[in-house]
């Protein structure tokens, strides 16, 4: 039972490089999240995903794009990466339509990006 | 759509109580969360209460919620170092399983 899983778990690109975070749960989670945590500035929601083929905008979606091509798995891609990106990025799902009436959010590991 | 506020910093001395606040803006709002993120790690779900309850108790956590006032609070008794971490509260609404978390409140506990 993996439970969330992001790859990679670190990661230092340049500036204007492009890169895809990947996040992949096991769980049949209807609901994925992609958040970042900057210290001082908390979790912030960057983009989420309330079913496969859906995508929407969080609190700070500028400089990224997702997609949810599976119900599965939910990629944050940088186009072109800038130093104000570097943070850690997690990736949570919630949710299970055919479960119990549950909306506890499993969280991934983290991913830690810098970008000089 | 929701939002939820919560203080960033709480420092306590070791065995004192520990008090992290949180409030909410959709009165709606049916499942409550507790998270907790230890120094490196992901998060992970510390407690939980439903909104048909004023009152959770867990060991040493107890949960109070004050629905009219859109409040949530998490106390930790007897507070050790080992809970130094970021506590989140995060909020689901009626109708939706979408949640909502708090910016996080990072506590520190002074030996």
């Known amino acids: 039972n993996a439970g969330v899983t992001q790859t990679p778990k670190f990661r230092v690109l340049k500036t204007g490089q492009s890169m895809t975070l990947l996040c992949a749960q096991d769980?049949?989670?209807?609901?994925m999240y992609w958040y970042r945590q900057d210290p001082g500035m908390g979790l912030r929601l960057i983009h989420y995903s309330v079913g496969e083929g859906t995508t929407a905008k969080g609190e700070v979606p500028d400089g990224y794009n997702v997609s949810r091509l599976k119900k599965q798995n939910f990629l944050l891609g940088l186009e072109s990466a800038a130093p104000s990106q570097t943070s850690v990025y997690f990736c949570?799902?919630?949710?299970?339509?055919?479960?119990?009436?549950?909306?506890?959010?499993?969280f991934g590991q983290g991913t830690r990006l810098t970008v000089v | 759509g929701e939002d939820v506020e919560q203080s960033l910093f709480l420092s306590v001395r070791e065995g004192d109580s520990s008090v992290i606040n949180c409030t909410y803006t959709?009165?709606?709002?049916?499942?409550l969360y507790w998270y907790k993120q230890e120094p490196g790690a992901g998060l992970q779900l510390l407690t939980y209460?439903?909104?048909?309850?004023d009152m959770k108790q867990d060991q040493r956590l107890t949960v109070l919620l004050n629905k009219k006032d859109k409040h949530l609070s998490l106390r930790i008794a007897d507070t050790q170092t080992g809970d130094s971490a970021i506590y989140f509260c995060?909020?689901?609404?009626?109708?939706?399983?979408?949640?909502?978390f708090g910016k996080g409140t990072k506590l520190s506990v002074i030996p």
């Open positions: 769980m049949n989670h209807e609901y």
């Open positions: 949570a799902s919630s949710y299970n339509q055919g479960g119990p009436p549950n909306t506890e959010a499993f």
């Open positions: 209460i439903f909104s048909n309850m």
């Open positions: 995060a909020v689901a609404g009626a109708g939706s399983y979408q949640l909502t």
């Open positions: 959709d009165s709606s709002s049916t499942y």
